[in-house]
């Protein structure tokens, strides 16, 4: 009877087994993609100064910060760029503050609001009464500034990230490897650059943003190219190979090969690769299947 019994309840447990496996795989994968949105980095802008606590600088700013935090429109779309003042103030020289807020291209709504009410709280705490600062956050970045920038490629506020290790059996691959991800970065940025957002069809404007996924031998390479929508198209590509040469001693490592994964943040254009998949394709405004 015991053997019997015995039987019964490993039959019983194996597929059980299998499917507690298995739901763990997929909260992982799904943990990975969607339900994680760390913090990464921040800068505060000593050069442009403080503002006095009560002063009309901190004013305007709380009221940018209120009517940024109601507009439904910029988390659907999942971006803003904002030019602020007090109009009702009469003076010669009103003071501005510029704001930029975008999320991830795979982020939209709901998660898209919540990151901008971490990443805004955070940064006043962490950049108390600058007058200007970023952050960024694995799902957004945002910034606020006294100086306007829209248009303009930031090549101040860029940092780059190696986000695991070299491959070890890369040293017979290294020229290729490299090359083929460098190939890759750069159809992902042309595609960025041309395509228009899937989700937005009636915006006559490109995307600036495509994530793919391509084999290399036996491994998947994931990657992901970004820039920021006051930029227009040549912007973009000029901000995306500026980094990609600066940065090159981050994602490669010399002279084993291509690193892992890596990210690059920076105000106006951001890229990352990785060995396992970080953005969502069904979310995603422009993946593809390399």
């Not at 403080?50 to 305007?60: A, H, L, N, V």
């Not at 017979?172 to 890759?184: G, P």
């Not at 404007?205 to 970004?226: D, I």
């Not at 943040?265 to 990785?274: A, D, I, K, P, Q």
């Amino acid at each position: 009877m015991y053997p019997s019994f015995q039987n019964n309840v490993l039959f019983v447990l194996i597929p059980t087994l299998v499917v507690v496996a298995t739901q763990l795989l997929l909260i992982r994968r799904v943990s990975s993609l969607k339900m994680t949105n760390a913090y990464l980095d921040h800068k505060c802008s000593a050069n442009q100064g403080k503002y006095k606590p009560g002063s009309y600088y901190e004013k305007i700013f709380d009221s940018a910060i209120q009517e940024l935090s109601k507009n439904t429109e910029a988390f659907r779309g999942g971006s803003i760029y904002m030019d602020y003042t007090d109009l009702q103030e009469i003076r010669s020289d009103p003071e501005r503050i510029y704001f930029t807020f975008q999320c991830r291209g795979d982020i939209y709504g709901p998660q898209c609001r919540s990151c901008f009410a971490t990443a805004q709280s955070e940064l006043i705490k962490r950049c108390p009464r600058d007058k200007g600062a970023i952050i960024w956050y694995d799902h957004c970045l945002f910034q606020f500034s006294s100086i306007g920038t829209a248009g303009g490629i930031n090549y101040d506020d860029s940092v780059c990230y190696n986000t695991a290790r070299a491959r070890p059996n890369a040293k017979s691959h290294i020229s290729d490897s490299v090359f083929k991800f460098l190939t890759l970065l750069d159809n992902l940025t042309s595609i960025a650059v041309i395509k228009r957002n899937k989700f937005f069809k009636n915006v006559d404007q490109p995307a600036l943003f495509a994530a793919g996924e391509k084999t290399f031998g036996n491994k998947k390479l994931y990657v992901m190219v970004q820039c920021t929508r006051d930029l227009n198209a040549k912007a973009c590509e000029e901000c995306m190979a500026y980094n990609i040469k600066h940065f090159e001693d981050c994602y490669e490592n010399k002279p084993v090969g291509l690193k892992s994964g890596a990210r690059v943040l920076g105000r106006s254009c951001n890229f990352r690769f990785e060995r396992y998949p970080f953005v969502n394709p069904k979310t995603s405004s422009i993946y593809l299947k390399f």
